[in-house]
C-alpha cells in the first residue's frame, strides 16, 4: 500500500513518478539522476533561504553558526564584523548595529591598548561601555536594533555614546598645548634667519606676493564660497564638501600664517569662528573635508593654540564618524554632516570604499584623539589598519578597491596616481608623526614599496623612471600627476629605510621627480600634464586630449621641495622657479589664478577655479622650496596630504608604538 502523502514534495514525487512505489521507486538511471538533482536543488534553496532571516531568528541560530550570519561575501583575510541593512532605510545608507564587536576586536590587540594606554586614554573594563556591566548578547543587539529602528541611520551604531563630545559628562581632559610647544626642536617659523643670497629672497618674495593675490581676489570675489572662479569673478561651491562652506579659507590658514600675513590670518580666524558652519546637509567626501577641513583646522591650532580651530576640528572629525558604521569598520566614501547617513560613490566598483580615500585618515584621527581626548578616532583608523594588514595582497600590491561590507578587494587596480597615491603617503607619515615608534606602519611601508619596485616601476626607452599602474596583471604605462608626490615621499623615507636601501631609494626619488620634470619641460606651458605616457613612442607627455590639462595641482613642486631638503641640489630650486615663471605667464589673470585646459597650448583657455590646494600646497610647497629648513623642521612636522603640517609627537603621544 502507497503511504499517504504527508508534504507537498511527496506529492509532487509521487505524481512526478506516478505509478511507481515510492520506497523502491524502481527508477532508471537517468530518472534516479534527475530525482537527486531535483532533491539537491531543493535542499540549496532552503538552505540559502536560511540567510534571508533576519539575524535576531532563532531558526536561523539553530541552522548557521555565528559567525556566517553577517551580511557581505565570505571572506577568509579579514576577521569580519557581522551587520545587516536596516528595515526601512535605503540600502545605500546601512548601517552597521553591531559596532561593540569591533571594540572586542580592538581590545583583543595589545597593540591598540598599548597606544590607547600610552595616550593616557581610559578604555573601560570589558563589557563596561558606558559604566553599565556587560549583558546577554540577545539583549544587546534587540537594544541595538531597537536604536536603530528609532533614530535611523544617523544614530550610528548602537552601544557608541553618540552624545557629542563637547556636551559629554566626562572626566575633564585638558591637551598641554605648552608642553607640545616646548618639545619641538625648533620654533615652528624657524629662527627667522633670512637667505643669504638676495636672489633666494627676491624669489621667496614673489611666492609671496602670489599668495596675496590668490588670497585677495577669494577675499574680493569669493568670500565664504569654497574657492573663487577667476574669470567670472564669483564664487564656486563645488560638490565635495557637502554643505560646508569656505574651503579656501581653512586651506589657507597655515599658509598665511607662516608667509606671516597676520591680518589676512586674523580675518580667516574671525570667518571660522563666525562662519563656518558644521551643521550642514549635503553630500561630502570623507577624504576632502578630513585633509582640507580638519588638517586645516589641526594645523591651524598646533601653529597658533587658538582654541576655535581646536573645538572646530574635533566637532568636525566627530561628525565623521558615523561614516564607520560598516560592517568591516572601513568608512563609506560619502557622509552627510548634517544627519550622519554614509554612503559609497556610485562610480566606484561595486559600491567600495577607496584605499586612497579610507587610506588617508590616520594622521588627522591619531591628532584629534591628542587634542580631544577621546580614543575612538585612534580606534577607527587603527581598525582599517588592521583590516588592511590581514587580507591578502596581490604580489603584495594594494588595490584600490575594497568592499566596506566584506573586507575584500572588488577588483585589482593597483595605482600610486589616484585612487590609491596618499595610502602610501600615510604610511611612512604615521611612522614619522609616531617620532619612530609606529613599527607596523614602518613595515608596512617599506612592504608596500618593494612591490611598487617590483611591479610597477620601470624605465622607458629615453632612460626616465616611472611608475605605472597595475591592472590585475596587465601594465598600464601611464603616470599621473598625482603620482609625482611619489618622488617626496620616497625621499622623506629614503633616511629609514635598511641602510643597504637608503642611497638606492634616494636615487630613485631623484629619478621619479626627474620624469615629472621632464613631463613639464616637454609641454609648451612648462606645466605638466594632468597624466603623461610611456607607450607608442610617447615619453612623458599626455596622448590623450583628456589628459592635458593642469588645474593648479602641487605634487610636481612638493617633491622639488623635499628633494631640496634632502639633497639641497641647486637645480630643485630652478625647476621650482621655472614653475612660478609657468604659471605667472598662463594661470595668472587680472582677478586670481586658474588652471589651464592644455598644457601643450599657449593660446590660454582657462578653467576658472583656483582650486583651495593652490593656496594650501602648491604656493606652500614653492615658499618652503625658497626658505631655511627650520621653518617647519621635518625634525617637528609632516605634512598631511594637503600640505598641512601636524606635529611629530615628541612627548605626548606615541601612538602605535610596537614592542
Ligand atoms: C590635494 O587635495 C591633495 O594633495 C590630495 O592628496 C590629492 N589631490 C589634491 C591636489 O592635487
Not at 627667522?192 to 614673489?206: F, M, P, S, V, Y
Not at 588638517?295 to 572629525?317: D, M, N, P, Q
Not at 616611472?466 to 598600464?476: F, H, T, V
Not at 612648462?526 to 605634487?555: C, N
Amino acid at each position: 500500500m502507497q503511504p499517504v502523502p504527508s508534504n507537498v514534495l511527496e506529492i509532487m514525487l509521487i505524481r512526478k513518478f506516478s505509478g511507481m512505489s515510492p520506497a523502491g521507486f524502481g527508477l532508471r538511471l537517468s530518472q534516479k539522476f534527475l530525482f537527486l538533482l531535483f532533491l539537491s536543488g531543493l535542499i540549496t534553496l532552503c538552505f540559502g533561504a536560511l540567510f534571508l532571516l533576519p539575524d535576531s531568528s532563532r531558526f536561523k541560530r539553530i541552522f548557521l553558526p555565528r559567525a556566517q550570519t553577517a551580511e557581505g561575501e565570505p571572506d577568509t583575510s579579514a576577521k569580519k564584523v557581522p551587520g545587516k541593512a536596516v528595515k526601512g532605510v535605503d540600502r545605500k545608507h546601512e548601517i552597521h548595529p553591531h559596532q561593540w564587536k569591533t571594540r572586542d576586536r580592538l581590545r583583543d590587540s595589545s597593540k591598540f591598548i598599548t597606544s590607547a594606554e600610552k595616550l593616557g586614554l581610559k578604555v573601560p573594563p570589558y563589557g563596561q561601555e558606558g559604566g553599565s556591566p556587560r549583558r546577554g548578547r540577545q539583549e544587546e543587539e534587540e537594544e541595538e536594533e531597537a536604536a536603530v529602528a528609532e533614530n535611523g541611520a544617523g544614530a550610528a551604531a548602537a552601544g557608541q555614546d553618540e552624545t557629542p563630545w563637547a556636551q559629554r559628562k566626562r572626566p575633564s581632559f585638558k591637551f598641554d598645548y605648552q608642553r607640545f610647544r616646548q618639545a619641538l626642536q625648533n620654533p615652528p617659523l624657524g629662527k627667522g634667519a633670512e637667505a643669504e643670497d638676495a636672489d633666494i629672497c627676491t624669489k621667496r618674495l614673489k611666492i609671496k606676493e602670489m599668495m596675496r593675490f590668490a588670497w585677495d581676489n577669494y577675499k574680493r570675489y569669493a568670500w565664504g564660497k569654497n574657492e573663487l572662479r577667476p574669470l567670472t569673478k564669483n564664487g564656486h561651491v563645488g560638490n565635495m564638501f557637502g554643505g560646508l562652506r569656505g574651503a579656501t579659507i581653512v586651506d589657507a590658514l597655515d599658509t598665511l600664517y607662516i608667509m606671516g600675513f597676520k591680518e589676512e590670518f586674523q580675518d580667516a580666524k574671525e570667518w571660522v569662528e563666525k562662519g563656518l558652519d558644521l551643521n550642514v546637509n549635503g553630500e561630502a567626501s570623507l577624504f576632502e573635508v578630513n585633509i582640507r577641513y580638519v588638517g586645516g583646522l589641526l594645523s591651524a591650532y598646533y601653529l597658533t593654540g587658538e582654541e576655535v580651530f581646536r573645538t572646530k576640528a574635533i566637532e568636525l572629525g566627530e561628525k565623521l564618524l558615523p561614516a564607520f558604521n560598516t560592517p568591516t569598520g572601513i568608512p563609506r566614501g560619502i557622509i552627510n554632516l548634517g544627519n550622519g547617513m554614509s554612503w559609497s560613490w556610485g562610480w566606484a566598483s561595486a559600491g567600495s570604499s577607496i584605499l586612497a580615500e579610507f587610506g588617508t585618515l590616520h594622521l588627522e584621527f591619531l591628532q584629534l584623539s591628542q587634542i580631544s581626548g577621546n580614543p575612538l578616532f585612534t580606534e577607527k583608523v587603527m581598525n582599517i589598519r588592521q583590516v588592511l594588514k590581514r587580507i591578502e595582497k596581490p604580489h603584495g600590491l594594494y588595490p584600490n578597491f575594497l568592499s566596506a561590507v566584506s573586507g575584500n578587494w572588488v577588483q585589482h587596480h593597483v595605482s600610486v596616481g589616484g585612487l590609491g597615491d596618499s595610502f602610501y603617503e600615510y604610511l611612512i607619515k604615521s611612522w614619522l608623526m609616531s617620532a619612530r615608534t609606529d613599527r607596523e606602519a614602518k613595515e608596512m611601508y617599506y612592504e608596500a614599496l618593494e612591490a611598487i619596485e617590483a611591479n610597477l616601476v620601470k624605465k622607458s626607452a629615453g632612460g626616465l623612471t616611472y611608475i605605472a599602474e597595475w591592472r590585475g596583471g596587465i601594465l598600464d604605462h601611464k603616470m599621473g600627476h598625482l603620482a609625482c608626490f611619489s618622488g617626496g615621499m620616497i625621499a622623506l623615507g629614503a633616511e629609514d629605510a635598511a641602510e643597504e636601501k637608503q642611497q638606492h631609494y634616494l636615487d630613485l626619488a631623484a629619478e621619479l621627480t626627474r620624469t615629472c620634470h621632464e613631463s613639464y619641460v616637454r609641454a609648451d606651458t612648462k606645466l605638466g600634464p594632468e597624466a603623461f605616457r610611456f607607450d607608442s613612442g610617447a615619453e612623458a607627455t599626455a596622448t590623450r586630449l583628456s589628459e592635458r590639462y593642469y588645474i593648479l595641482r602641487p605634487e610636481v613642486v612638493e617633491s622639488y621641495m623635499y628633494m631640496w631638503r634632502m639633497t639641497h641640489d641647486p637645480k630643485y630650486r630652478a625647476w621650482g622657479w621655472e614653475v612660478v615663471k609657468a604659471l605667472e605667464k598662463h594661470c595668472r589673470l587680472e582677478t586670481g589664478f586658474s588652471g589651464i585646459r592644455d598644457v601643450y597650448s599657449t593660446t590660454p583657455s582657462h578653467d576658472n577655479v583656483q582650486q583651495s590646494f593652490f593656496l594650501a600646497e602648491t604656493l606652500k610647497y614653492l615658499y618652503l622650496l625658497f626658505s631655511e629648513d627650520d621653518l617647519l623642521a621635518l625634525d617637528d612636522w609632516v605634512f598631511n596630504t594637503e600640505a598641512h603640517p601636524l606635529p611629530i609627537n615628541h612627548v605626548t603621544v606615541n601612538i602605535g608604538e610596537q614592542q
